[in-house]
């Protein structure tokens, strides 16, 4: 299925460590249009649960479920 998802832009923090994944997530999420698809790219554990949670509590929505992807930590979010 993810496979399938396609993203309007893609924003890759891998390396990045708390809180950074949540700010930079929420910064791009403000310059994206309404409906459209941001990607992220992760590898900093904590992130699993911030990004999600902080970027619905701002009125994003999720598109799928956070994957676990290796090492990698996958979020599909509507802006």
């Known amino acids: 299925m993810l496979e399938q998802v396609q993203a309007d832009f893609t924003l890759d923090l891998q390396g990045e460590s708390c809180p950074y994944p949540v700010i930079y997530t929420l910064d791009a999420l403000k310059e994206l249009e309404k409906g459209q698809l941001l990607k992220v790219i992760t590898d900093c554990p904590?992130?699993?649960r911030n990004v999600p949670e902080e970027a619905t509590k701002r009125g994003y929505q999720l598109a799928t479920d956070p994957v676990?992807?290796?090492?990698?930590?996958?979020?599909?979010?509507?802006?």
């Open 68 to 79: 676990n992807n290796g090492q990698e930590i996958l979020f599909y979010i509507y802006a």
């Open 46 to 48: 904590s992130s699993f």
